[in-house]
């Protein structure tokens, strides 16, 4: 490459970027414009805005850049001296050139070509002068001296760091530039504080978090090192009061000179290894402390060069939001609230698309139309609030619009026609239950496809990326008043600060931020309280289970006197988790699961301990779901008889669905019996949220059920991708050859009738889908 071709690339580079800044200029500054076409402030920043983008165009060689940034500022011109009054139709037109001036700066965007420009030149003549429309300026337009000093002092400092002195007889010569790579660029700019600034690549700054927050769980290896020095310290100290006691008897007694001789040489020498390991242990002491102040400083710092605002992710979302209203004859506006909180860019990255996805579905299903809210009694103009705020370690995002919220009736009746329930069924479920069903794959409350919705990418995508974050997503509603998501993620993933605890001898780490209270709880102040056990914590029960039965983990020999219960919450829900042992609190450095593992019941992640032993990070949102279906299907066993199990290998699990309490009991003591383990549902809709949220090896279903029939939830469960190859088998009173045909074609791998029911004929049928109790 040329020098004139890497000061060509370099230049072209720093075009980029300045577009980058000047467009968000841009587009913010439309925006408030349109609400008030006459703000001073926002007028002269987008008219500077567009007069710096066509002097960087000219010093690169864009002409196409320079055009389109000249008649923008014309118009802006216009509207400051008040020759033009900025309408919608202004402001679209200038949108439209910022979007253009990005696409030309940047390559592979789709660069525009000579018609586009000229079109969009025409465009803006016809607005500005019907009729009249200025020919495309293809040639270096003459500014003031002024304007032309101010582009040779940006394009002078932005390459002051590699451009030779101009001699004084001759005229300033090209800048040699050092080559740039096009995959890493590396580019120095001067901030409006005077901040130098440096791109670096994301793979890079990974790396740095990465080997920085490694660093700071280094340090902690140093802690039991001086806990050993602590410990030998006060063992010397020891061995010096009965050396000194020795002595003394010594001197008491007859003994020869060697003796005493040698004693005190042993003395001088314990002396003198006592100096060397007090000197030694505050050395150390003080290493320790210094060494992790700085590596707590050096990820603070790698941490805060990643941490991004949340406006980051906003970028195109108040224009995204005003566009899209346009496009359906709405009047939106969105309102941001918290845009400075900090977030993890790696966070901010995965939430753009959640959070585009919500703010389009609030403008496509939430907000009405102008006519529709006037005649509500509504101000014409929707309203949408984003929201984000730091709370106990995690950002919560809240997106509340003031639209007509979810129709339920319209829901159940969607939910009917696309078969997913009976009418019988969908009339009784609750608000909760109804809008379960809008988070289901390929769910979508539109009747046609549209250029906006109607595809059945729904809020399920939404639901698995933030998922994917380790994150939570809850929908509430008012119906006629707007609905309200409510979204929960970490600020980053990189590093998490738990209590590490010991279950069945092995080390699990609970994230402090869903810790409310550690504590150690007598054996007798367990209570039962209809048939669950509880204990009391600040005034009220809160539920009680031992964590070797949610982890699937051995217990430990013998009952304990004294309980570790970690008190963990999720949101307003609490309960009490019985632990081993409290072995202390870490700061982990987050490592992902395989992939190929899938979602691990009740975990979220690994990391390493300070001896270098790995430590599984429990997943709490889906450990409190784990725990509420244990306190509620009666499946809980009771703290002070785990001893009993400890040898006990995992049981392959049943879920029996059948509304007949008969059945249900019949089926539960034959299967119990041959050592499975068995979970009951009182109809199709309990069973379905059992499978869910449990695993199991094998589900046995009625087929007539209030709420959700048996052909309804098998359905549903071969549409399932977690689901579908989980064996089924159909108990019904109904022997037909229809019947069976019916069962089967829903998807149910065995059909045994009622009618010829007996102990044998079930429990070989289960032993032919899933083998024996323990394989």
């Not at 309200?484 to 279950?503: G, Q």
Request: with cysteine; aromatic share 4%.
């Amino acid at each position: 490459m040329t020098p004139e071709q890497m000061r060509d690339a370099s230049l072209h580079e720093l075009f980029s970027l300045e577009a980058e800044a000047q467009t968000q200029v841009l587009s913010a500054g439309l925006l408030a414009l349109e609400r008030n076409p006459t703000q001073a402030d926002q007028l002269e920043a987008c008219m500077r805005a567009a007069h710096s983008l066509k002097g960087a165009a000219r010093i690169v060689g864009i002409d196409a850049g320079v055009s389109v940034a000249h008649v923008m500022e014309d118009c802006l011109v216009g509207a400051q001296e008040g020759r033009v009054y900025l309408l919608p139709e202004h402001i679209d037109a200038l949108l439209q050139g910022t979007d253009l001036l990005m696409r030309i700066a940047t390559p592979g965007a789709g660069a525009p070509g000579p018609a586009d420009i000229e079109g969009y030149l025409a465009l803006m003549a016809r607005t500005l002068e019907p009729g009249s429309a200025p020919a495309p300026v293809t040639a270096p337009l003459v500014d003031t001296p002024g304007e032309m000093m101010d582009l040779a002092k940006i394009a002078a400092e932005l390459l002051s760091s590699t451009s030779p002195a101009p001699s004084m007889n001759a005229p300033p010569a090209p800048p040699e530039l050092p080559a740039v790579s096009p995959e890493v660029p590396r580019t120095k700019r001067t901030t409006e504080g005077g901040e130098r600034v440096l791109r670096v690549t994301a793979e890079r700054l990974n790396s740095l978090l990465d080997l920085s927050s490694k660093s700071l769980v280094e340090t902690q290896r140093l802690k039991p090192y001086l806990a050993t020095m602590q410990r030998l310290k006060r063992m010397q100290s020891q061995s010096m009061r009965a050396l000194d006691g020795l002595k003394d008897h010594l001197q008491a007694s007859e003994h020869s000179p060697e003796v005493r001789e040698a004693l005190a040489v042993a003395q001088a020498l314990l002396a003198e290894t006592q100096q060397t390991l007090l000197q030694q242990t505050a050395e150390l002491d003080e290493f320790g402390w210094q060494a992790s102040q700085r590596a707590q400083l050096l990820y603070d710092t790698a941490l805060a060069c990643r941490m991004r605002p949340f406006a980051d992710v906003l970028g195109g979302q108040v224009r995204m939001v005003r566009d899209l209203g346009r496009e359906l004859g709405k009047q939106v506006r969105l309102e941001i609230e918290g845009e400075k909180t900090q977030v993890d860019r790696d966070v901010l990255e995965k939430l753009e698309a959640p959070l585009t996805h919500l703010l389009r579905n609030a403008v496509d299903h939430g907000i009405e139309t102008p006519e529709q809210r006037l005649l509500a009694g509504k101000p014409a103009e929707g309203q949408i609030l984003l929201r984000a705020s730091h709370q106990a370690g995690l950002l919560v995002l809240e997106l509340i619009d003031d639209g007509a919220g979810v129709d339920l009736e319209r829901l159940r009746r969607n939910i009917v026609e696309r078969h997913l329930s009976p009418a019988q069924t969908a009339a009784q479920l609750s608000e909760e239950e109804l809008l379960t069903f809008l988070f289901l794959p390929g769910f979508s409350m539109r009747d046609k496809v549209t250029e906006v919705s109607g595809r059945g990418v729904g809020l399920d995508a939404v639901q698995h990326m933030v998922r994917q974050l380790r994150g939570a997503i809850e929908l509430t509603q008012v119906a006629g008043q707007g609905s309200r998501f409510h979204l929960e993620v970490p600020l980053t993933l990189s590093v998490v600060r738990s209590l590490v605890v010991e279950v069945g001898e092995e080390a699990y780490a609970f994230p402090l931020a869903h810790i409310e209270h550690t504590l150690d709880l007598p054996a007798d102040a367990i209570v039962q309280l209809e048939g669950r056990q509880h204990f009391v914590y600040e005034g009220r029960h809160v539920g009680l289970v031992a964590a070797t039965q949610l982890l699937q983990r051995p217990a430990g020999q013998g009952a304990q006197d004294v309980l570790k219960v970690v008190v963990i919450r999720e949101r307003e829900t609490i309960y009490g988790v019985a632990v081993e042992r409290f072995i202390g609190e870490r700061t982990l450095v987050v490592l992902p699961l395989d992939e190929r593992l899938g979602k691990v019941q009740d975990i979220s992640a690994g990391a390493l301990l300070d001896d270098g032993s790995v430590v599984l990070i429990i997943d709490v949102e889906d450990m409190v779901r784990s725990v509420e279906k244990l306190l509620t299907t009666g499946r809980l066993e009771r703290i002070d008889r785990r001893s009993r199990h400890a040898t006990e290998q995992p049981r392959k699990r049943v879920l029996v669905v059948d509304d007949s309490l008969t059945v249900r009991e019949l089926q539960r003591k034959l299967l119990s019996h041959r050592g499975y383990e068995v979970a009951v549902a009182v109809d199709g809709m309990d069973g379905w949220n059992a499978l869910r949220s449990e695993d199991f090896d094998l589900l046995i279903t009625d087929i007539d059920m209030p709420r959700m029939d048996g052909i309804e939830l098998v359905t549903l469960l071969r549409r399932d991708t977690r689901l579908q190859s989980l064996p089924v088998m159909v108990v019904s009173y109904k022997d037909r050859e229809e019947d069976r045909r019916r069962g089967l074609d829903a998807g149910a791998d065995y059909y045994l009738a009622k009618a010829s029911f007996h102990d044998d004929a079930l429990l070989d049928a289960v032993v032919e889908l899933i083998g024996g109790a323990q394989g």
